[in-house]
């Protein structure tokens, strides 16, 4: 019997053939195969590396020379990665380490250190010093690290010290050191975290004394500022 191209009759049965195994294990085949519905698999891995040539989607493949596997979600046509999502109640990473790409945690945004002299102009109000960092924020949680040491004249004089934001105050940055001798030198740090809005922003340290003396930055240690912007 001879049919049309395409055939203009279709006989109930063009071929047979028989697949089915046990372990699953049976079917061997080469080149392209598209199935449009759902696959329902006991497993799936790829041992290879043989990209499609145009379309998107996410892709497995397997590096027999490295012994590295990758899933990717790839646009072909327009050569360039496209967003992949992970969903599950609960993701376990297993592996000895987890390596991402630089920035993606956390980005260090700007940072000071220097050796400077800095004395408080007068005792009663809040001053900025010239320990600042201007940084570009992206609108997330900012992480703010200051250190230095401190030195006061009087006796059980008391210096205050936090961060200002552009020239305004941020009260609750605050911390304090106390003389017990005169020009002692104190040590201090700072962790403090804010979310500024998405613009360039000025991050310095202020300063406030309660009394009056020669007070402010010892000269002789490195005061800091480190400005680190949280990413997830």
């Not at 012994?67 to 969903?87: K, P, V």
């Not at 002692?184 to 406030?208: D, E, K, N």
Request: with cysteine; aromatic share 10%.
């Amino acid at each position: 019997m001879t049919f049309s191209n395409p055939p203009s009759f279709l006989p109930p049965v063009l071929a047979t053939g028989q697949g089915q195994s046990a372990n699953g294990r049976q079917q061997l085949g080469s080149g392209l195969v598209t199935h449009r519905g759902i696959i329902d698999a006991n497993s799936f891995r790829a041992q290879g590396i043989l990209y499609p040539q145009s379309g998107k989607g996410a892709e497995l493949i397997f590096n027999q020379a490295n012994n590295i596997g990758t899933l990717q979600c790839y646009d072909r046509d327009a050569a360039q990665f496209l967003d992949l999502n992970l969903s599950a109640r609960t993701i376990t990473l297993n592996g000895t380490k987890v390596v991402l790409p630089a920035g993606s945690a956390q980005q260090l945004l700007g940072t000071y250190r220097n050796v400077i002299s800095f004395s408080i102009p007068a005792a009663g109000g809040w001053y900025e010093s010239p320990v600042q960092v201007n940084a570009t924020t992206t609108g997330g949680m900012v992480r703010l690290e200051a250190c230095g040491s401190l030195t006061h004249a009087a006796v059980s004089g008391i210096i205050y010290v936090g961060f200002m934001t552009d020239g305004a105050i941020t009260a609750d940055s605050v911390t304090a050191v106390s003389a017990a001798l005169a020009n002692q030198v104190m040590p201090f740090s700072i962790v403090y975290y804010a979310t500024p809005s998405a613009a360039l922003h000025r991050f310095s340290i202020m300063l406030y004394t309660n009394t009056g003396g020669s007070s402010g930055f010892w000269s002789g240690a490195y005061q800091q500022i480190f400005v680190t912007e949280q990413k997830a």
